[in-house]
Each structure stands twice: as C-alpha cells, then as structure tokens.
C-alpha cells in the first residue's frame, strides 16, 4: 500500500497499522524519529492512533466470542480509546502544517507465517492461562496477561473471550485480564519507543503513555461496576 507523504497519509498508517499490529507502527516511527526528528509529532500521532485502535480492535473481536465481555471490556478500553483520541486531534494540530516525505511500504501483515505464529501463540497463551488459573486462581489469570502482554495483546484475549463465553461468572475476571495485558503490551512498547526514538519523541509519548494508564484505572473501574452479573 501508498501512503501519502504527509502528515494525512502518516495518521492514516497509524490507523491501518492499528488493525494489525501496533507494535510494528511504534517500532518503525520511533525509529524514523531518529532520522527526521523534526516530524517527531507527526510520529507520535501515528502511533497514538495505532494504540486507540488496538483499544477498539480488542474490544470488537471479544465481542465476536462474547459480547456481555465486549460490554465490560468496551467501558474499560472505551475511555483508553476516547483519551487517544484527545491526544491524536492534538498532536494532529500541532503537526498539520509539517511536511513529512514519503512513508515506505512495509511488508504485507497478512501473510500466511505471521497467521501461523499467531496460531501457536494463541495455543501456549490458552493452555498457560489454564495453567494459571488452575494453580493460582485469579491471581494466575492476571499474571498470564501481564506476561503474554508484554508480546502480543490478541491471543490473550481471545483466551479470555473463551473463558467468559464458557464460564460467564468469569466475566468480570476475563475483562480485568485483558486490561492487564493490554497495559503491559503498552508499557512496553513505550518503553522500545523511547530506547530507540528521537528525545522529542520520548517527550510527548511518555506522558501520553501516564495519561493512558490513569484512563486504563478509571475504565477498569466502570467496567467493574457495570459488568454483567455484579
């Protein structure tokens, strides 16, 4: 795919790389921040409309498996999403009037090894989760998305939206572990962002990143209240 060599065609890859991989677009604009700096904003844009994305994008395919989670779990990466959001219209006034070159094509995220990895992912995420909550109940479910966070926020989920859908009293238990793990899959790729983006990148990504995480405690909150059966 062509992307437009402007601050336009820099938001929409966020927003199409969000689909995929969020991961992939932190990774490749913190990267180009240490080639043009000077379109730092720019950057971080794309990645924050990435992340809000993702927010959404687990929210719609819990909802597929179970949609008394995608209930709950929409109240908790609603406000995440709704604060990315905020964030993105800023950082897009603030980088409208720069120019930004030509974004190389990447490489097609459909292909048939990454649906195979996530095939296998998904596998060992699902029977560690298990693992996890037969030895250590709740607190196993939430060290499992904490640590499959830090890679991957999709299989996860996926597990989680079995579970509840299998086991609704496990509602309220599934949605808190995805948040988890979509916490921890953010904290880290903030942390990548500023090891290898450009000083005015780290700026304004890290406190975006403070901002996300106390929306991600009030969101977790509401999805507590509302979720379904308590």
Not at 14 to 22: F, N
Not at 88 to 116: C, D, H, K, M
Request: glycine share 10%; charged share 10%.
């Amino acid at each position: 795919v062509k992307v437009l060599g402007s601050e336009h065609g820099i938001g929409l890859t966020g927003v199409l790389g969000g689909l995929v991989s969020s991961t992939a677009v932190t990774l490749s604009f913190s990267q180009r921040s240490r080639e043009e700096p000077a379109h730092s904003q720019a950057f971080v844009l794309a990645i924050v409309l990435a992340w809000t994305v993702m927010f959404v994008r687990v929210v719609v395919m819990t909802g597929v498996v179970s949609p008394p989670l995608a209930v709950s779990l929409g109240l908790a990466l609603g406000v995440m999403a709704i604060a990315g959001l905020i964030v993105s219209l800023v950082l897009w006034r603030r980088s409208r009037s720069q120019p930004t070159g030509t974004i190389a094509t990447g490489a097609n995220p459909f292909e048939l090894g990454e649906a195979i990895k996530f095939g296998l992912l998904f596998g060992v995420v699902t029977v560690a989760a298990k693992a996890a909550q037969a030895y250590l109940g709740e607190a196993g479910l939430y060290l499992a998305g904490a640590v499959a966070g830090l890679t991957d926020v999709d299989a996860i989920s996926l597990s989680m939206a079995n579970l509840a859908a299998t086991s609704p009293e496990s509602s309220v238990v599934a949605a808190r572990t995805i948040v988890i793990a979509v916490l921890s899959n953010t904290l880290v790729k903030t942390g990548m962002a500023a090891s290898i983006g450009a000083p005015a990148l780290r700026r304004t990504l890290v406190p975006t990143t403070g901002l996300l995480l106390i929306c991600a405690v009030a969101g977790a909150v509401l999805a507590t209240w509302f979720a379904p059966g308590v």
